[in-house]
């Protein structure tokens, strides 16, 4: 199994421009997670999907942040405008049925100028 | 609400064993984890136990869990300079309807000096 994929690997954008990450999960996992890196504030959830149905999205910053899973095997977290406070490593995990263990994708760096 | 709390930083020399603690307060917790992240990769799933056990070895990793105390330690034998990473305990607490929420902590950083 090739494992979480997660595109592009690094984003740098200027402030006000949207910005658009992709996941596509391990087959067959139905639980799927989007994360937030900085040294400021370590490792945040932001939001869960299961079954492609948003569950819990409490960690959403703002409205500028949207996540949408059209399908089993594909995500987008999309933030419009974008802002350098933004700047940030963003990972996507998924999880199988039986939900005890999340497998993270090798996350994108994003640069917001 | 759910809190995981990890020291910041660990320093070794190669071929001592390491120990990284980490405390949480859910006492509702199912699984707790160990990750490594290592610079500029995604987070590593390393072990992880149930919440009934109190230990778990695995080659050259040991994890002892203290649910009274909500302690949970890995234990890293003979440490090795590809061990540097960061490690992060994370627990898992059921939410209803088949979720589970996952607290991570803010990671340990384990330097290994050869």
């Known amino acids: 199994d090739a494992g979480v994929i997660q595109s592009p690997r690094h984003e740098v954008t200027e402030m006000g421009q949207e910005v658009t990450l992709r996941c596509k999960p391990i087959?067959?996992?139905?639980?799927l997670f989007w994360y937030r890196q900085t040294m400021m504030r370590g490792l945040e959830l932001l939001i869960y999907?299961?079954?492609?149905?948003?569950?819990?999205d409490s960690g959403m910053p703002e409205d500028r942040f949207s996540a949408k899973m059209p399908n089993a095997s594909f995500s987008t977290l999309k933030i419009q405008p974008s802002e350098p406070r933004d700047s940030a490593v963003y990972f996507c995990?998924?999880?199988?049925?039986?939900?005890?263990?999340?497998?993270f994708g090798p996350g994108t760096r994003l640069t917001v100028l | 609400g759910e809190d995981v709390e990890q020291s910041l930083f660990l320093s070794v020399r190669e071929g001592d064993s390491s120990v990284i603690n980490c405390t949480y307060t859910?006492?509702?917790?199912?699984?707790l984890y160990w990750y490594k992240q290592e610079p500029g990769a995604g987070l590593q799933l390393l072990t992880y136990?149930?919440?009934?056990?109190d230990m778990k070895q695995d080659q050259r990793l040991t994890v002892l869990l203290n649910k009274k105390d909500k302690h949970l330690s890995l234990r890293i034998a003979d440490t090795q300079t590809g061990d540097s990473a960061i490690y992060f305990c994370?627990?898992?607490?059921?939410?209803?309807?088949?979720?589970?929420?996952?607290?991570f902590g803010t990671g340990t950083k384990l330097q290994v000096i050869p």
């Open positions: 995990a998924s999880s199988s049925p039986r939900g005890d263990t999340q497998y």
């Open positions: 087959s067959g996992h139905n639980s």
């Open positions: 999907f299961n079954n492609n149905v948003p569950i819990d």
């Open positions: 859910d006492s509702s917790s199912t699984y």
């Open positions: 136990i149930f919440s009934n056990m």
């Open positions: 994370a627990e898992t607490s059921p939410r209803g309807g088949g979720y589970q929420k996952v607290t």
